[in-house]
């Protein structure tokens, strides 16, 4: 005989923690005409990574804390949904780096223990796609330095045989 679990005393799975939470910050960006971006850019970025349901559950009503007092200019956090999330990362960008300080510490001394970062703009998330480009050449010439250096030992070897007779 097989035995159905019963949804009222079924426990909530994360999945369904970060889809409440997800959503519950959607209105707070609308309630708050927050802007909400895929990526963000800044001089400084707070990282704020919520894995526990505790901090799943705290986190609406840590950022309405948060927007209340306007130190935030932008959000960045996936524009979709998508059922696999067990993890909800968000960057705040504050208005100026005072602010982000202000940030910091709120989240640090919540009684959630949330993972915060303050994240330079060298390691945003935007970043990386320049800092890419720019490794490209570096990469090229590190490939091309063998064969010139071996060019330069031929050429090397060319003129000492070219030039240096042995006298017999």
Not at 147 to 152: A, E, F, G, R, V
Request: proline share 5%.
């Amino acid at each position: 005989m097989r035995f159905r679990k019963n949804s009222r005393n079924a426990k909530p799975s994360k999945r369904s923690a970060v889809r409440t939470a997800y959503y519950e910050l959607l209105k707070l960006f609308q309630q708050f005409n927050i802007p909400h971006m895929q990526e963000v850019s800044g001089i400084v970025l707070v990282r704020i990574c919520c894995r526990t349901f505790d901090q799943l559950n705290d986190i609406a009503s840590a950022t309405k804390i948060i927007f209340g007092r306007d130190i935030i200019s932008e959000i960045g956090m996936p524009l979709e949904h998508n059922y696999k999330f067990k993890t909800l990362v968000l960057y705040l960008k504050p208005i100026d780096e005072s602010s982000s300080n202000q940030i910091y510490d709120f989240f640090t001394q919540r009684n959630c223990n949330y993972n915060v970062l303050l994240v330079n703009s060298s390691q945003s998330p935007t970043r990386k796609n320049s800092s890419t480009s720019s490794e490209t050449p570096n990469s090229t010439l590190v490939i091309l330095n063998p064969i010139l250096n071996l060019l330069i030992i031929m050429m090397f070897l060319f003129i000492i045989q070219y030039f240096v007779r042995p006298d017999f």
